[in-house]
């Protein structure tokens, strides 16, 4: 159904047609983990019910693919693979691989048996981490021989992590067999067209057959390669996320088309990412001045393409050797110098009995929003709005202002809250919120929203936020993140009705542009 | 002639490691190097010496006039 309704305008059955609508709402949007009734959603990623179970039980636990878990489990990434076979013009190869990383990052490379070692000891000290993937700092799959040694290796020490890989896509069909062979369960390609005109803009060679080639020539090769691998992988029932780079002007309408392409081809989720591109990168596009979307532009991209299949908006853009839970990143923990002298003891009891906590503790959230929204029944209004929530993680509004490094953003309305994507602030807060510049990037990324919700303010900055009509919340700290939304909105919607605030729409947002050069504070 | 690497413009990528069919590539102090003794400049193998068509950054792996050029056997 259509999860906004359409509200009656007859004052008789309007009570009782939206307590239906509401009760379905609620159900709809009741995520995760419940079994039976209702269809479930996330937001982003895809719910218990929107997949048969078999895929559900695969993509439950991943950080990447269910947007409800990525607040609760944790990922890593390897950097073997360094060489690539492509060229994009958003990426500069001094860099990580700009498809699925940060560009501007530098990883440090590993060898497979580096890499095996590092997994264990992470595996270790962060129970939650259940996910391990190779992206970069190239092309995993034109390092065959280190990705799958990787594998191999990490498939007999940590049988319980699973395995995951991004690919431009080039390569693929030749090692989609081995793919399967080492229970690879997830893949994700990069698709940013599938017209080979447009392609040329945005890929200006591909190393193919042994030659350099170059234009639509090119372009055409790679989409055929990549929409081929696509359907191979989905017929082996090997999960294919597929990325896209939104570049304004180049692919931003096309997209749409891309979705379609992918969709129809059994994709089941698609990540739409901005384009990000600081002159100082010296990539391409950078140089250019080519622009990078706006979070409206985004925004609207990634509405526009959910009618059609799931939307992923969680996506990081994470280093090629990111550590951790989406949004945090403890790389600097496990650097080769350091993984190489820990004693490792992996325990796969424990770590058992620690998902097993974290997947109660994530029942908890979900009841607490059910119960929430159920209050919503019976309101109707056309009010949408965005909200910033600070928080480390499990769903809850548990960090600090000052502390934050992203905020998730929410977009509240009748139908609950809906987790629609994240703003990194991140660079920008090295020096603490003590000063102005700070605090001005930090309105500028989230100036699309009404509130901020945090665990802790200070009276300066609260204050400024409220000078720049975005109210910063701090009485829910340390509770349910979508729970605490639901019931500020309520009581926002009352404020309006009763007319003691005027509701207004807000401006538009500022995605980061800056590379994150430095890992830890 | 052989073909060279220069060194200050190597990302270190280990892409050309890997095409060049003679092993003639290897890594060396942090960047990539090519023993010029095994280099026969792709002939008799390719069209394009593989290295140059691979390397992400142009003007990169260049010829090295210090040596005579390669004879096809
Ligand atoms: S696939 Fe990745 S590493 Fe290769 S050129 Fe493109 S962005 Fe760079
Ligand atoms: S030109 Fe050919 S033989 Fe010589 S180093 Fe490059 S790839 Fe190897
Ligand atoms: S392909 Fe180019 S950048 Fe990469 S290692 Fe070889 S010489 Fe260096």
Redesign the pocket.
């Known amino acids: 159904m259509d999860s906004t309704g359409h509200l009656e305008t007859d004052a008789s059955g309007a009570g009782v047609a939206m307590d239906a609508i509401m009760r379905q709402v609620a159900e709809h949007k009741g995520c995760g983990t419940h079994g039976g009734a209702g269809k479930a959603s996330c937001g982003s990623g895809a719910g218990e019910n929107d997949l048969p179970a078999e895929i559900w039980e695969k993509v439950k636990n991943h950080p990447c693919y269910s947007e409800e878990a990525h607040h609760h489990y944790a990922r890593m990434h390897v950097a073997v693979a360094p060489a ?5 013009n ?4 001094k860099y ?6 940060r ?1 501007g990052v530098v990883s440090e490379k590993l060898t497979p048996e580096q890499a095996a070692k590092k997994v264990l000891a992470v595996a270790s000290t962060i129970p939650q981490m259940t996910v391990l993937g190779i992206a ?4 995993p799959l ?1 390092n065959p021989a280190k990705t799958f040694k990787t594998f191999e290796l990490i498939s007999k020490s940590a049988p319980d992590i699973k395995l995951c890989l991004s ?2 896509g080039l390569a693929l069909p030749d090692h989609v067999d081995t793919i399967a062979r080492y229970n690879v369960d997830h893949v994700t390609i ?1 698709i940013n067209m599938v017209d080979p005109e447009i392609g040329a803009k945005i ?1 200006p060679w591909i190393f193919w057959n042994h030659k350099r080639i170059e234009g639509v020539e090119a372009a055409r090769i790679l989409t055929e390669r990549q929409l081929r691998g696509l359907e191979m992988l989905t017929e082996r029932g090997i999960l294919c996320k597929v990325n896209s780079v939104m570049i304004p002007g180049v692919n931003d309408k096309h997209l749409v088309e891309v979705n379609r392409a992918v969709k129809s081809r059994g994709a089941f989720l698609h990540n739409i990412m901005p384009l990000i591109s600081a002159p100082e990168h010296g990539t391409v596009f950078g140089l250019n001045g080519q622009r990078g979307p706006t979070a409206r532009e985004l925004k609207a991209l990634q509405d526009e393409c959910e009618g059609e299949m799931n939307m992923m908006r969680h996506c990081r853009q994470c280093r090629a050797d990111a550590v951790g839970l989406l949004g945090e990143d403890r790389s600097e923990e496990f650097t080769t110098d350091k993984v190489m002298a820990m004693e490792v003891n992996y325990d796969l009891e424990s770590r058992k009995a620690y998902q097993d906590a974290v997947e109660s503790g994530r029942q908890a959230k979900v009841a607490a929003k059910r119960e929430e929204l159920e209050t919503l029944a019976g309101e109707s209004s056309d009010i949408r709005i965005l909200v910033a929530v600070a928080t480390k993680g499990s769903g809850l509004i548990n960090e600090h202002f000052g502390h934050a490094k992203e905020f998730q953003i929410y977009e509240l309305s009748t139908s609950g809250a809906k987790f629609v994507g994240h703003r990194r602030v991140d660079l920008y807060c090295q020096g603490g919120f003590g000063d102005e510049d700070a605090l001005e990037t930090v309105i500028r990324a989230i100036n699309d929203c009404h509130a901020v919700f945090v665990a802790r303010i200070g009276g300066c900055p609260k204050s400024d936020l409220a000078k720049a009509g975005i109210a910063a919340v701090d009485e829910f700290a340390h509770e349910f993140i979508e729970k605490s939304a639901i019931a500020w909105f309520r009581a926002y919607l009352e404020k309006v009705k009763s007319g003691e605030v005027a509701h207004q729409a807000r401006g538009d947002a500022a995605i980061r542009q800056g590379a994150l050069l430095a890992t830890a504070e | 002639m052989a073909y060279r690497i220069v060194g200050s413009q190597c990302t270190s990528c280990s892409a050309c490691e890997a095409e060049c069919p003679n092993q003639a590539i290897s890594e060396r102090g942090g960047t990539f190097v090519i023993e010029p003794a095994k280099c026969t400049e792709c002939i008799g193998h390719f069209d394009t010496p593989q290295c140059v068509a691979v390397c ?1 950054v142009d003007d990169t792996c260049v010829i090295d006039r210090n040596y005579p050029r390669h004879q096809a056997p």
């Open positions: 690539c076979n492509i060229q994009c958003y990426c500069n190869r990580d691989c700009a498809n699925e990383s560009p970069g700092p190239g092309d034109a690919t431009n990069t890929y | 992400p």
